[in-house]
């Protein structure tokens, strides 16, 4: 089994780096999602944090959403501008998404924040 690891550069962990984003940031929303997202240092990749309340469900389910968004920012991190750090704020009624759906409206919420590069040939 092939291994695509997600290592810590590219993830926010600290309630700092977290609550700066929030507090800076600006939003774009969707039926299942609230990407919120802050431009950070020039040189460094993207980063992102999920959010994910309680009450969406049990642990189980928790933790296959944040699963599920990081294999969908993993994959689409390579188009990402970097030095961005984003969180992911996960709202009631995405607990029965699939991966398809996930990833989809990944794209879609980065496009609308402007976040994709485009290439230029």
């Known amino acids: 089994m092939k291994n695509y690891p997600f290592p810590g550069i590219y993830r926010l962990t600290k309630k700092s780096e977290f609550q700066r ?3 800076g940031g600006k939003a774009v929303r969707s039926q299942a ?11 460094k990749p993207a980063r992102l944090g999920i959010t994910i309340p309680r009450k969406f469900g049990k ?23 970097s030095g ?17 759906e996930v990833y989809d409206e990944l794209a879609s919420l980065l496009k609308r924040a402007e976040l994709i590069r485009v290439c230029k040939d």
Do not use: C, P, W
């Not at 699963?67 to 390579?78: C, D, G, H, T, V």
């Not at 984003?86 to 009624?93: A, E, F, L, N, P």
């Open 33 to 43: 999602f609230t990407l919120i997202h802050l431009k950070g240092e020039e040189d």
């Open 21 to 23: 984003v929030y507090e």
């Open 59 to 81: 642990a189980v389910r928790r933790n296959r959403m944040k699963r599920l968004l990081r294999e969908a920012f993993r994959l689409q991190r390579s188009y990402l501008t």
């Open 84 to 100: 961005e750090e984003i969180v992911i704020h996960v709202q009631r009624g995405a607990e029965d998404l699939s991966f398809k």
